[in-house]
Nanobody, 122 residues
């Protein structure tokens, strides 16, 4: 199976920067896309950024111009660079792998990491 491990979460001051990472490991044939979601207490989980296999990206309106998603294929790792952080960015950030194929005939499925805490102080 596929495992996703997030890292890099921390406490930072408003206006600061932080980079979180998601490393994929295990036995799989392909991943359609990967994304970062965040979940703050009392709020709905939301998509923050997403990157496809060919490198196409999209972002939530609230983070456009501040966050950048990227990948390192050699390391099977996806990054989220967060700049100009705001207190409302505080949340647990989760990595998601979409439509992962682990066998030729079997169905695809999504995988989630355990999350990493990002806290932005005012």
């Amino acid at each position: 199976q596929v495992q996703l491990v997030e890292s890099g979460g921390a406490l930072v001051q408003a206006g600061g920067s932080l980079r979180v990472s998601c490393a994929a490991s295990g036995r799989f044939l392909s991943i359609t896309a990967m994304g970062w979601y965040r979940h703050a207490p009392g709020k709905q989980r939301e998509l923050v950024a997403r990157i496809t296999g060919d490198g196409s990206t999209n972002y939530a309106d609230s983070v456009k111009g501040r966050f950048t998603i990227s990948r390192d294929n050699a390391k099977n790792t996806v990054y989220l660079q967060m700049n100009s952080l705001k207190p409302e960015d505080t949340a647990v950030y989760y990595c998601n792998a979409e439509k992962v194929r682990t066998s030729i005939l079997g169905p695809t499925r999504d995988y989630w990491g355990q999350g990493t805490q990002v806290t932005v102080s005012s």
